[in-house]
């Protein structure tokens, strides 16, 4: 509740806004106190993957390419370690249409990026892959209740991200479109996490 309280407060305060300290305080706590639950619940994985989260949240909202490449790798530390919880859960040959279609719209987008990142396109095409992968394994997991909650968050992981994509790097500074999509980034984001810590919490206890 915490969590999400801070989560409405960034969204309907901050998210739209440049940096400032409140700013980043209230987007870091919004999933650390995420990573605090996890740990409450004796998982300390889950707890690291929120936490590398709320880490990437906090150097996303500082400025400069050293912060926006911690964020990044922070972030893609966070999706491998969720892709280890996942796998205990993989139920081949899992649902192949919707892995085609997340490749292939993955390949789109790294093809957008690498025609639009620059210096970035290396460290951003690698995170590209590492989140697809994440995204595969979830679309692994079997039918239980968890484990559709958790394919559901991951696919949410990679919408946001893509919303995130096209503000950074495909979208001109002037486009009306810049005013929309941090509207679009942080909820899908936020609830991305939050389903990600609901779901796998539930598959570990049960």
């Known amino acids: 509740m915490i969590g999400a309280g801070l989560a409405l407060v960034f969204w309907g305060a901050y998210c739209w806004r440049g940096p400032s300290w409140p700013r980043s305080a209230i ?3 919004s999933v650390a ?36 490449l911690a964020g990044m790798a922070a972030f893609g530390a ?11 859960g993989v139920a081949l040959p899992g649902r192949w249409p919707a892995m085609i279609v997340l490749g292939l719209f993955g390949a789109f987008m790294a093809w957008l990026l690498w ?5 970035l396109r290396g460290p951003v095409l690698a ?3 590492v989140i697809l992968a994440m995204g595969v394994v979830a679309l692994a997991l079997g039918d239980a209740p968890w484990s559709r909650l958790v394919t559901l968050a991951a696919l949410l992981f990679v919408v946001s991200d893509s919303f995130l994509a096209t503000e950074l790097f495909l ?36």
């Open 27 to 29: 987007k870091t706590g």
């Open 33 to 68: 106190v995420l990573a605090l639950a996890a740990a409450g619940q004796g998982l300390p994985m889950l707890a690291t993957a929120l936490a590398l989260g709320a880490l990437g949240d906090f150097c996303l909202s500082r400025v400069g390419a050293r912060w926006f």
């Open 78 to 88: 966070a999706h491998l370690a969720y892709t280890v919880l996942m796998l205990d």
């Open 115 to 119: 025609r639009r990142a620059g210096a």
């Open 127 to 129: 995170y590209v892959a």
């Open 171 to 206: 979208v001109p500074q002037v486009h009306p479109a810049r005013r929309v999509l941090p509207f679009l980034v942080w909820p899908t984001y936020w609830l991305a996490q939050a389903g990600l810590l609901w779901g796998l919490t539930h598959g570990a206890i049960n």
